[in-house]
């Protein structure tokens, strides 16, 4: 046989390299081969499924040949604990925020009941997230709480509904790292509804700086823009429409202030009287007459001498003729004023609330004269239907939507400085 004359004869040294290469890949029967597990899809399986184990039938033959070979090279106490690690049952867990949500609904209702729900969020959009807490009766009460910055507002509204003294308030109280910092505790406004069906709303602070503070730094991050022009007419308007909504949604808006007259309060709630929107009936021939709320008074952390008979006839004689032209009912008889002369005039007062006994019972005792006012007075329409909770809901929302596209406000906010 002729050879290639191209092509060099093998050596020894690549023989031995040729048959050391074919041995690697020879797939003979012969040799023994590594027995190869078919693959295995994990499935997430619902919560608390239980189930014997998690391998297929030819990797469980495999699992079972290693673990009896293991079992013979331990001691007793280790296959006893090696046995209990193949039969115990494997339980998946999902986690903590998973298994909260498919907890049962009265559960998570009864927690939602104990905590304000938001009405207007911290970007004053509305919110229906009260409607689950609502009934379609008529007989309700709606009773608004505004004042400025740290005045006690939260605090006198938890006081006056709140009947379990040990438990925390109703809304959320400043604590002293804010007062320190100067940081307002309420956004937007928020709404809980009592047992005696009676709904209350608590507002923002009105004319805040750490609000505007909070505006400010939204208008940075493009969350809102400043609807009014500066920043100052835009906290001021603000204030003024969140007054206004209050003013055409309660039966009864209570008006926080300090120790002292707030002037500035005072004309803002006049400039919210006027600019309030009026909703009359579509059919003109049928009689309409706008509703206002009772307009209450109360003054916080006020001293002894600050009740006095003659102060308070002061403080009557002023606020009657601020509101001498006024259509809100500051006239009413809501009062916690108990010793003589009984004032016609809203107002009632607080002492501060300290850590001596005496002083908790006096506060205690002012905030039960004033919610048994407040119950007992006579309860109006806010519209000119009668309207029940969910509907008065609705109501709501239309209110809020004319108020914010409501070209009054922005025809006002061009003549302030």
């Known amino acids: 046989m002729s050879r290639n004359p191209g092509r060099r004869p093998r050596g020894d040294g690549e023989k031995s390299r040729e048959r050391s290469h074919s041995s690697y890949y020879d797939d003979s029967p012969s040799k023994a081969s590594v027995p190869i597990i078919k693959p295995m899809l994990l499935q997430r399986r619902p919560t608390g499924y239980e189930h014997k184990t998690l391998f297929s039938s030819e990797e469980a033959q495999v699992s079972e040949s290693v673990s009896t070979s293991r079992k013979a090279s331990l001691p007793r106490e280790a296959e006893q604990k090696e046995s209990n690690f193949f039969e115990k049952p494997v339980k998946i867990q999902t986690s903590q925020v998973h298994v909260a949500e498919l907890e049962s609904s009265e559960e998570n209702q009864g927690l939602k009941k104990e905590l304000p729900v938001k009405l207007l969020d911290e970007m004053l959009v509305f919110s229906n997230s009260v409607m689950q807490f609502l009934n379609e009766q008529s007989d309700f009460l709606v009773v608004g709480c505004i004042g400025t910055q740290g005045v006690g507002k939260s605090h006198i509204l938890s006081s006056l509904f709140q009947h379990d003294r040990k438990r925390k308030f109703l809304f959320p109280v400043q604590s002293h790292e804010d007062i320190e910092n100067s940081n307002h505790k309420t956004s937007g406004i928020d709404a809980y509804i009592t047992p005696e069906r009676v709904i209350l709303l608590?507002?923002?602070?009105?004319?805040?700086?750490?609000?505007?503070?909070?505006?400010?730094?939204?208008?940075?991050?493009?969350?809102?823009?400043?609807?009014?022009?500066?920043?100052?007419?835009?906290?001021?308007?603000?204030?003024?429409?969140?007054?206004?909504?209050?003013?055409?949604?309660?039966?009864?808006?209570?008006?926080?202030?300090?120790?002292?007259?707030?002037?500035?309060?005072?004309?803002?709630?006049?400039?919210?009287?006027?600019?309030?929107?009026?909703?009359?009936?579509?059919?003109?021939?049928?009689?309409?007459?706008?509703?206002?709320?009772?307009?209450?008074?109360?003054?916080?952390?006020?001293?002894?001498?600050?009740?006095?008979?003659?102060?308070?006839?002061?403080?009557?004689?002023?606020?009657?003729?601020?509101?001498?032209?006024?259509?809100?009912?500051?006239?009413?008889?809501?009062?916690?004023?108990?010793?003589?002369?009984?004032?016609?005039?809203?107002?009632?007062?607080?002492?501060?609330?300290?850590?001596?006994?005496?002083?908790?019972?006096?506060?205690?005792?002012?905030?039960?004269?004033?919610?048994?006012?407040?119950?007992?007075?006579?309860?109006?329409?806010?519209?000119?239907?009668?309207?029940?909770?969910k509907t008065w809901l609705s109501y709501a929302a239309r209110v809020w939507d004319t108020i914010k596209k409501s070209p009054l406000f922005m025809e006002y906010s061009r003549l302030l400085p």
């Open 202 to 389: 608590d507002c923002q602070p009105v004319l805040s700086c750490s609000v505007m503070y909070s505006d400010i730094q939204a208008e940075w991050e493009k969350k809102i823009g400043f609807e009014f022009g500066s920043t100052e007419a835009g906290a001021e308007m603000n204030s003024i429409q969140l007054i206004s909504f209050l003013l055409s949604v309660c039966h009864v808006l209570l008006v926080v202030q300090d120790w002292t007259v707030d002037l500035n309060l005072l004309r803002l709630i006049q400039t919210a009287e006027m600019l309030k929107p009026s909703f009359p009936p579509l059919n003109q021939d049928e009689p309409y007459v706008e509703a206002f709320p009772h307009l209450a008074f109360i003054f916080n952390r006020a001293s002894d001498d600050d009740s006095r008979t003659d102060r308070r006839l002061k403080l009557s004689a002023m606020l009657r003729s601020v509101f001498s032209k006024s259509n809100l009912k500051v006239e009413s008889g809501i009062s916690n004023v108990q010793d003589p002369p009984h004032l016609p005039i809203n107002l009632s007062f607080f002492g501060e609330e300290s850590q001596n006994e005496t002083e908790i019972q006096r506060f205690c005792q002012a905030a039960s004269r004033l919610r048994q006012s407040i119950l007992s007075t006579p309860r109006h329409c806010v519209s000119y239907v009668s309207l029940s909770e």
